[in-house]
């Protein structure tokens, strides 16, 4: 039992007695009764081990070598209190032992009241026969009339365990009755037993007056006894005929318990309770009691509740079955729709996860193509970036362009302007006859000449301003004493304006030896010679 159990037990009594001090068990809720039974239940080999224990204690003190006969005659009537209602056979045993020690003793009272205690035991076990023997065998003198009681109530359990085992036997019930009747004419009106016969002889008749004797009796009793079981099991019986099912059955929960606690295995409570249980539709309740009765009847060998219960449990057995197979059949149902959802679930699963796939290889698909759409951006910032640079360039070129055609018309403006003024001059000249000075004139080459600077003058400058680096990189491809350099004053010279018109696309020697008023041999000479003085 573990710890969540004893608290829930412990529990159960602090209310169990509070009830039973303040408001006569009225007040316990029944849901909690079942719930502690339940406890008690499933714990019950704890109390059979505990009783066990118990009776292993006395047994050692029996095996003690120094005992009187009359210690011993206590131990085993301790045993087969002990054992009454735990083991028959057992009690049987000890009880034997007993009477064995009465006559020994020259006892009678004592060997009386041995054989009226194993007439009980061999009517519990179902040995009719036996206990009837003993019965009739005995003979109760005058001086021992305090026996009649215990006499008649062992041939009343005789005759109520017969007819319970011969199927409720009319005969043997008329009988019952009649020694019923016996006890309450023979025993004292305060005793226990009258106490509990009159009561039973009153549920009929005036119910209200025996549940007062019961309430009575129930208050003399230890809380949890094994008296207090039979007495709640009286009121359970008691308040059932009178219609009262919610008493009925919190008594039979209280009568119950204490009867498993006390490892009492002749239970009736318990079947009863089975029986309401089943009533309540509550079959898997009223299998677990069922099956605790027979458990306790097969280990105590009380025949009567085992031959009580026979019937009642093939119909609970029954319904049992019935209902387990329903149970099974739904889980079977159940089953196979768990199967068939698996399986989709399992499909579903390979879908996600071919989609997954699918998804990653788009991703990585998505991811390359950004990857190479990064790099195409990339690739085209620079070539937008080349593009800028050659817009830039060109723009450039276009400022250039634009400023020397301007510089282009300037010169050629100039030119004519020059030109209509040398006609102007040539023409005064051949109106006035001067015709000396004008032969003079056209004879000289000083005009040509200073136009001819000018025009070098004019390309050079433009030229360097294109190529401001022109004569230190030519020069740079030259051995350094064979370097060009123009006479001061002068931005170019001959052998550099012609590799500036090579740099400027000018490959025709012809075109070259034009501009520069040179023979195409000189440009040939000046071509070599320059590549001559060229580094290695």
């Known amino acids: 039992m573990n710890w969540e159990e004893h608290i829930r037990e412990s529990i159960f009594f602090i209310i169990l007695l509070l009830g039973n001090t303040l408001s006569g068990y009225a007040d316990i809720p029944l849901e909690q009764l079942v719930d502690s039974l339940n406890v008690v239940l499933d714990n019950k080999q704890v109390y059979v081990e505990k009783k066990e224990q118990k009776i292993q204690a006395i047994k050692q003190l029996l095996q003690e070598s120094n005992i009187s006969i009359l210690q011993e005659y206590d131990l085993n009537d301790r045993l087969y209190l002990e054992y009454k209602k735990f083991n028959v056979d057992s009690a049987m045993h000890y009880q034997q032992r007993n009477i064995e020690i009465a006559l020994a003793l020259g006892k009678h009272e004592d060997e009386l009241t041995g054989n009226l205690n194993l007439s009980i035991l061999y009517s519990m076990c179902g040995k009719y026969r036996e206990a009837e023997d003993i019965l009739k065998s005995i003979s109760i003198p005058e001086n021992l009339k305090h026996l009649y009681p215990y006499y008649y109530e062992a041939y009343r359990c005789y005759w109520e365990y017969y007819a319970i085992s011969t199927s409720n036997n009319q005969y043997a019930a008329r009988y019952e009755q009649i020694y019923s009747d016996s006890i309450l004419a023979t025993a004292s009106p305060d005793s226990y037993l009258y106490k509990i016969h009159y009561a039973g002889s009153l549920s009929k008749t005036d119910p209200k007056k025996a549940q007062q004797i019961l309430l009575a009796l129930l208050a003399t009793e230890e809380l949890g006894s094994p008296e207090y079981a039979i007495v709640t099991c009286y009121l359970a019986g008691l308040y059932g005929n009178m219609g009262i099912l919610k008493k009925e059955k919190e008594y039979y929960l209280l009568s119950t318990i204490a009867d498993l606690q006390n490892a009492t295995r002749e239970n009736f409570s318990i079947q009863c309770l089975a029986n309401i249980a089943y009533k309540e539709k509550n079959i898997d309740l009223a299998y677990k009691y069922t099956q605790s009765s027979i458990d306790d009847a097969m280990a105590s060998n009380i025949h009567f509740r085992a031959a009580q219960m026979y019937h009642f449990y093939s119909v609970i057995n029954t319904s049992y079955k019935i209902k387990a197979a329903k149970v099974k059949s739904n889980l079977l ?204």
């Open 333 to 536: 149902a159940y089953l196979a729709v768990a199967c068939f959802l698996a399986v989709l679930l399992v499909l579903l699963l390979v879908i996600i996860y071919y989609q997954m796939r699918k998804t990653v290889r788009m991703k990585e698909a998505l991811s390359k193509s950004h990857k190479k759409l990064k790099e195409l951006n990339e690739t085209l910032n620079e070539m937008n970036q080349e593009l800028n640079k050659h817009n830039d360039s060109l723009m450039e070129l276009n400022e250039v362009k634009e400023k020397y055609i301007a510089q282009f018309f300037e010169l050629c403006s100039e030119y004519i302007d020059k030109m209509e003024i040398y006609q102007t001059e040539i023409y005064k000249l051949t109106i006035n006859r001067h015709y000396e000075a004008l032969l003079k004139r056209l004879k000289s080459t000083t005009f040509i000449d200073k136009e001819l600077d000018s025009l070098y003058m004019h390309f050079d400058s433009i030229f360097l301003s294109l190529y401001p680096n022109f004569p230190d990189k030519f020069n740079a491809l030259l051995e350094e004493k064979e370097r060009v350099f123009p006479k001061s004053g002068h931005l170019l010279n001959k052998e550099l304006r012609i590799y500036a018109l090579l740099r400027l696309g000018v490959t025709d020697s012809a075109k070259i030896a034009g501009f520069l008023r040179c023979s195409m041999s000189t440009i040939y000479n000046y071509r070599t010679k320059l590549r001559n003085k060229a580094l290695a």
